[in-house]
């Protein structure tokens, strides 16, 4: 059962890291776009000079925003990779000392490693959070009260729909619930990734494999 488990987690991890690549494509593309486009500007600007502004091309500009967009799309990558970093053990892990511990106290460094992972996961989904929800006041009812009494026009109305970003003033809530949901699963992933060390951890010191994917060790 526990081998199920961890190929769905597997695929599922895999298929949310790859869907963040869409991200990473996005911000290549805008960024190439605007170097060719500032590119061709200023080439223009070069050869027509003061008459440049009178032809039909004259409105060539970079993209407007690029910042932005970049930085949300690479934004998007990272907190959809968060979850196959995890299972996979692709954060830094520093080993010198590695190979002097033993089996046994390696798994209890990875169990510790894997609770304070999943640690930083919960604190960044709840702060997360309330950059999408207001903060209930002494005399409103929570959230989630809210939510389980049906009462859905209160509850939409404590989402924080002012913030804008500040070149092209889109809506900042939607892109604080889609980093929510990776952190979500990202939160899941490192529960499931402390049990995974926890059942290699009650193996026998001489069972082959621990139980955990190949890390990344740096």
């Not at 059962?1 to 190929?7: C, G, I, N, P, T």
């Not at 929800?133 to 009462?151: E, I, T, Y």
Request: proline fraction near 3%; include cysteine; charged fraction near 20%.
């Amino acid at each position: 059962m526990f081998a199920v488990l961890d190929r769905w987690m597997e695929r599922g991890a895999a298929g949310i890291a790859l869907v963040g690549g869409l991200g990473l494509i996005l911000a290549i593309s805008v960024t190439c776009l605007s170097v060719v486009l500032k590119l061709v500007r200023r080439s223009l600007d070069a050869v027509l000079g003061r008459y440049f502004e009178t032809v039909p091309w004259g409105g060539i500009r970079p993209v407007l925003g690029e910042e932005e967009l970049v930085s949300f799309a690479v934004g998007f990558a990272l907190f959809a990779a968060l979850p196959w970093v995890m299972l996979k053990r692709g954060h830094i892990r520093i080993d010198l000392l590695e190979p002097w511990f033993g089996a046994r106290l390696n798994r209890w460094l990875d169990l510790i490693g894997d609770l304070a992972l999943t640690v930083i996961a919960y604190l960044i989904m709840t702060q997360q959070w309330y950059l999408i929800f207001k903060k209930a006041r002494r005399s409103q009812d929570p959230l989630l009260d809210l939510v389980f009494a049906g009462d859905w026009a209160t509850a939409l109305g404590r989402v924080r729909v002012r913030d804008e970003s500040q070149i092209l003033g889109l809506k900042l809530w939607p892109l604080h619930i889609v980093a929510e949901v990776c952190v979500i699963l990202f939160f899941i992933t490192a529960v499931y990734c402390c049990l995974r060390s926890a059942r290699a951890l009650l193996r026998p010191s001489g069972d082959a494999g621990n139980g955990m994917g190949e890390g990344g060790h740096a």
